[in-house]
C-alpha cells in the first residue's frame, strides 16, 4: 500500500491542484510540504475519515492519539481543498453574529455556540503551540461596514458581545478609526477584534497532517473514493480496492460530489478567490496595525497581509465552476479599497470551493447508518473546521459529547433537486452580490 514513490511525480513547484484553480501565494511560501502515498489495494480500519482538510486531519490526530485506528483518503493532496486555500482569518463566534442566532435559536443556546467557538479558538492556539507548528498567527481582525447605513449594527454587535456574552475584546469603530487602521476611506465604521487573528492555512494543514501522521493515523493522497455506503459496516470503493470500516467521517465539506445525496443537499459549493501582490513598497500604507479585515457585503470580501508585506485579498463574486482571469477581478476590488495599489503587481491568483449551508451554520449528520457528513462552515472553517472534527474524535473515544450542539442546528437542504440546485443558487447570489452594490 506504498502507493508510487515521489520521484515519479511532477516536482512540487510544477503541481497544480486538479480540484482548485491557480498555484497559491501559500504553496510557493512553504518550505515543506510532504507527500502522502496513494492507497493500493484493500485496507480495514476502524474509522474511515473521506477528505483532508481541517476536519478531517483534525479528526484523525484526535483519534489517533486516543487509540483508535483511524485512516484518511484525500481525492487530490492535502491543502488542495479550502483548508489551504483560504483567506486564514480566525473569527470571533460562529458565522451568523450572536445576535442571529438567538433570535433564531433562544439567548441560551446562542451563548451555548458562541462558548464553543471560543473553545475552538483557544483549540487552535494551543494545538499550534504544543506542537511547534508555526502558522504565522498574528492578532487582530477589523469587520467593517461598506455602506453607512450598516454602520449602526456593528455599533449594536459589540455591546450584545459584551452584555450578553461576556466578550470584551471587541470595540466598536467611527469612520476616522476605521480609515486609520485600514489606511483606507472606502469604509465607513465596524469593529476592531482585538481577540481573535489569522494565520497560514497550509502550514496549519501540513502540521496538523505531521501530527496525524506521528500519532499512528494513516494518510493517503490522491486516491479518490468512488463510492460509500454505510449499512451496518462502512464500505468504500477506490479504483484500485475496498475500504472496510466500522465508521465513516464524511469531511469532504465543498467537494463530497456524489458520495452522498443527503450531505449533497445541505452543504453546496461556492467559488471563492484571492490574489496575492507583491511585497509592498511602502506597506505601513496597508493595514498598519496588520490585522484581517472582512466587511459588510453578502459576498464577502477579505483581506490580511502575509509576514513579507504582500497584500492578501480575496472576494466571492463566482458562483460558477468557470474562474475566467482571476487576478483581474482581484485587481479591481484592491483599485476600489486602495487606489495607490491599482497597478501593483499580482504574483499569484487562485481560487477554490468553499461549502456553504442555507442557514450559514455547520451541518453535522449521520447520513447514513455510521458515516457522518460535517461540512458547510460558509468561510468560518479556520476554526470551527478544526474543532468540530476534534469532537468527533471525542464522539467516538466517549470522552463527552459536544459534537451534538451542532448537530442540533436545523439546517436546510438547497431547494430545487439535483437539477435546479446549482442554478437556483446562482441566481440567489447574484441577486446578493448585486444588493451590495446599490
Not at 451496518?232 to 464524511?250: E, F, K, M, P, S
Not at 504582500?310 to 474562474?323: H, I, P, Q, V
Not at 495599489?341 to 447520513?367: D, K, N
Amino acid at each position: 500500500m506504498a502507493g508510487r514513490p515521489a520521484d515519479a511525480r511532477a516536482p512540487e513547484s510544477a503541481y497544480q491542484s486538479p480540484i482548485s484553480p491557480g498555484r497559491s501565494w501559500y504553496e510557493d511560501s512553504v518550505p515543506d510540504r510532504p507527500r502522502y502515498p496513494r492507497l493500493e489495494g484493500d485496507l480495514k480500519t476502524d474509522v474511515l475519515v473521506v477528505g483532508g482538510g481541517f476536519t478531517g486531519l483534525s479528526a484523525a490526530t484526535h483519534l489517533a492519539a486516543a487509540g483508535i485506528d483511524v485512516a484518511v483518503v484525500e481525492a487530490a493532496r492535502f491543502g488542495d481543498g479550502a483548508s489551504g486555500r483560504n483567506g486564514g482569518q480566525m473569527g470571533t463566534g460562529q458565522r451568523l453574529w450572536s445576535s442571529e442566532i438567538a433570535e433564531a435559536y433562544g439567548l441560551e443556546r446562542a451563548k451555548a455556540l458562541f462558548a464553543l467557538a471560543e473553545d475552538a479558538k483557544a483549540h487552535l492556539l494551543e494545538f499550534t503551540a504544543a506542537h511547534g507548528i508555526d502558522v504565522d498567527f498574528r492578532p487582530g481582525q477589523l469587520s467593517v461596514a461598506h455602506k453607512k447605513r450598516y454602520v449602526a449594527d456593528y455599533e449594536a454587535q459589540v455591546e450584545d458581545l459584551a452584555v450578553n456574552y461576556d466578550y470584551r475584546r471587541a470595540s466598536f469603530m467611527g469612520p476616522a478609526e476605521t480609515a486609520e487602521r485600514l489606511g483606507s476611506q472606502r469604509y465607513f465604521g465596524g469593529m476592531n477584534d482585538e481577540g481573535t487573528g489569522h494565520l497560514h492555512p497550509l502550514k496549519l494543514l501540513i502540521g496538523t497532517a505531521k501530527v496525524a501522521h506521528a500519532a499512528g493515523a494513516r494518510l493517503f493522497e490522491e486516491t479518490p473514493i468512488l463510492s460509500l455506503t454505510g449499512t451496518g459496516a462502512v464500505l468504500a470503493t477506490t479504483a484500485t480496492g475496498r475500504i472496510r470500516a466500522r465508521r465513516a467521517l464524511l469531511a469532504t465539506n465543498a467537494h463530497g460530489g456524489g458520495l452522498n445525496d443527503t450531505a449533497a443537499r445541505h452543504i453546496m459549493p461556492i467559488r471563492s478567490f484571492i490574489g496575492a501582490t507583491e511585497p509592498l513598497a511602502e506597506p505601513q500604507r496597508v493595514l498598519p496595525g496588520e490585522p484581517s479585515v472582512d466587511d459588510s457585503r453578502f459576498s464577502v470580501r477579505y483581506f490580511r497581509k502575509s509576514v513579507d508585506g504582500r497584500l492578501l485579498f480575496g472576494g466571492r463574486e463566482a458562483y460558477t465552476s468557470e474562474s475566467g482571469d482571476i487576478s483581474a477581478h482581484i485587481r479591481r476590488q484592491i483599485a476600489e479599497v486602495y487606489p495607490h495599489l491599482a497597478a501593483v503587481p499580482i504574483t499569484h491568483a487562485w481560487g477554490g470551493s468553499v461549502g456553504i449551508t442555507m442557514e450559514r451554520l455547520p451541518y453535522v449528520r449521520e447520513v447514513e447508518p455510521g458515516i457522518t457528513a460535517i461540512g458547510g462552515f460558509s468561510g468560518h472553517g479556520v476554526i470551527m473546521a478544526n474543532f468540530a472534527g476534534r469532537l468527533y474524535a471525542e464522539r467516538l473515544s466517549g470522552n463527552r459529547d459536544r459534537l451534538n450542539l451542532l448537530e442540533d442546528l436545523e439546517i436546510s437542504a438547497f431547494p430545487g433537486g439535483k437539477s435546479l440546485r446549482t442554478p437556483l443558487l446562482v441566481l440567489a447570489m447574484t441577486w446578493y452580490a448585486l444588493r451590495d452594490r446599490f
